[in-house]
């Protein structure tokens, strides 16, 4: 069952690949084993794009530590991804800058992260990051924010967190299906909405969210 976060994920995901231009770079991403609705082959031949996990299992196309990669990709790519990778890297400033030399100039990126979700090791769970936090190590690794989007209010918050609290009693089957018969006419009647932060009036800058999806121009 897919969270609300996830589905506001696909919905971006899907929304921007077309103005991806190959070859295209997925850090961190995966063949197999993928997560939510979302492929980007359904929109780009394998050709044009080139994964890197170090998950040998997701059957990267290079396998390797991203950091690690040959100095000969260097401005190659003319597109990247970079989705739900940021708070499983231990040394994520780097992995920014190196990023930003392994793409050309002028470039679209399109990163997530999450805010407020659980835990998830794969295989370590290190970090949250904060919109100012981010834009900070954008704007010094060359990129800037073309948009920034807010990934569902408290609501959807609220109802993530219990979706995930549910699925740990899994012996207890028939709260899973009602719950699933629930969220599926909730999300009918209440869709998941992902807002442009700009777009978001608000009084305070304070901002409760399922987390962030950035839309970068490699500079």
Avoid at 68 to 97: G, M, R, T
Avoid at 106 to 119: A, H, K, Q
Avoid at 141 to 158: A, H, K, P, R, T
């Amino acid at each position: 069952m897919l969270s609300r976060r996830r589905k506001m994920l696909d919905m971006l995901l899907s929304k921007y690949s077309p103005t991806l231009s190959p070859p295209i770079l997925d850090a961190g991403g995966k063949k197999v084993n993928k997560r939510g609705s979302f492929d980007l082959y359904d929109y780009f031949d394998t050709r044009d794009i080139t994964t890197v996990n170090i998950d040998i299992s997701t059957h990267p196309d290079i396998a390797s530590d991203f950091l690690l990669l040959d100095s000969d990709l260097d401005n190659f790519f003319k597109s990247a991804l970079c989705i739900e990778v940021l708070e499983h890297v231990q040394h994520y400033d780097k992995f920014i800058f190196k990023l930003s030399e392994l793409t050309a100039s002028s470039s679209r990126i399109l990163i997530s992260v999450p805010w407020l979700v659980p835990i998830h090791s794969d295989p370590f769970d290190y970090w949250r990051f904060t919109p100012s936090a981010l834009t900070l190590l954008f704007n010094d690794s060359s990129f800037e924010i073309e948009s920034l989007y807010c990934m569902g209010n408290i609501f959807d918050v609220c109802l993530d967190l219990l979706q995930f609290y549910l699925h740990t009693f899994k012996h207890r089957r028939y709260i899973l299906r009602f719950w699933a018969m629930f969220k599926s006419s909730l999300d009918t009647v209440l869709p998941p909405r992902a807002l442009k932060v700009d777009d978001i009036h608000s009084t305070n800058n304070y901002f409760i969210s399922t987390g962030w999806f950035f839309v970068l121009r490699k500079k």
